[in-house]
């Protein structure tokens, strides 16, 4: 059972208080983009056994969004944060180093 | 002029707690940004409360007010004077980016009383509901069942749930299927 500390509102939300939003930090490409980038925003993910980035939502809590660092293997928890930002913060990547010195680190 | 009744009219149930429909409940959204002194003080004129801490709700004698979300608040104030503290909110507000709304009766409250209330809460919802994790003067929103609903105690012993007035009829008969005899986990009590 995963449970995600909702930086909105604060609380320890149990995973079925929650609605995962899949992967974070996608690049958006719309309307006039080329065939390639919309094919990789539509459905290229990256899906890996570890450090995985997520979007997930408050849904019956205060209904915000937020990030979520976790591992997919283990479903150790790393943190959570803010979403308004376009990439995960220095220190959460500097703990999930620490804890895992084989990661590749946090590729866009 | 139809007749207004709350979601179960006024219902009750006696079990190992004491459900009961609290009847109509003045119930107003206010959405605005919480550290604008002008929300604030609309807020004051409304409720005679300041402007709740996250996740808070505040008492007062002229009502309450509950942090429902970083943007969002439930006024709970008596139902005959919605509409007029409405348009006192509307008239503080104008200017501000912020929106009010009467939701009374779009929603239904239930009082949940007695030494279990705890237990049956915890029968539903996944929240912690240990005096730490739930203090009196908490505003908690969860879910019952699959249900989105609020609920906060009052003291030890009574708790308020706030929640859609079309899933009313069926958080009632949850929480009362919830409080049969001989049914409590005794974990909180
Ligand atoms: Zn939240």
Do not use: I, N, Q
């Given at each position: 059972m995963l449970l995600l500390n909702c930086p909105c509102c604060g609380i320890d939300a149990d995973e079925t208080e929650l609605e995962a939003g899949g992967e974070a930090h996608i690049t958006r490409h719309g309307a006039g983009a080329s065939d390639d980038d919309f094919e990789t925003y539509m459905f290229m993910r990256k899906n890996p056994k570890g450090v995985h980035f997520e979007r997930w939502r408050h849904a019956y809590g205060c209904g915000k969004w937020f990030h979520a660092a976790r591992?997919?293997?283990?479903?150790?928890v790393f943190g959570t944060y803010s979403a308004q930002t376009l990439e995960p913060p220095k220190a959460l990547i500097n703990k999930i180093k620490k804890k895992r010195p084989d990661w590749e680190g946090f590729v866009k | 002029m139809s007749n207004a009744v709350s979601a179960m009219n006024g219902a009750s149930f006696k079990g190992s707690v004491t459900i009961k429909d609290t009847g109509l409940q003045g119930m107003i959204t206010l959405r605005g940004d919480f550290k604008s002194a002008v929300v604030a003080k609309a807020l004051k004129t409304a409720t005679g409360t300041a402007m709740p801490e996250t996740g808070q709700i505040l008492h007062s004698a002229k009502g309450s007010a509950a942090w429902m979300s970083p943007d969002e608040l439930l006024l709970l104030v008596d139902y005959t004077k919605v509409d007029a503290i409405i348009a006192k909110l509307d008239k503080a507000l104008s200017g501000e980016h912020a929106l009010v709304i009467n939701v009374s009766d779009a929603r239904a409250m239930f009082e949940i009383k007695g030494a279990a209330t705890r237990d049956i809460l915890a029968k539903g919802s996944p929240?912690?509901?240990?005096k730490e994790g739930l203090p009196v003067g908490v505003m908690r929103r969860s879910r019952l069942g699959q249900l989105a609903v609020a609920f906060w105690m009052d003291d030890e012993k009574t708790a308020h749930m706030v929640c859609f007035r079309s899933v009313g009829e069926h958080v009632f008969m949850w929480l009362k299927n919830a409080s049969e005899k001989g049914s409590l986990p005794k974990y909180y009590t």
């Open positions: 591992c997919t293997m283990t479903l150790e | 929240a912690d509901m240990s």
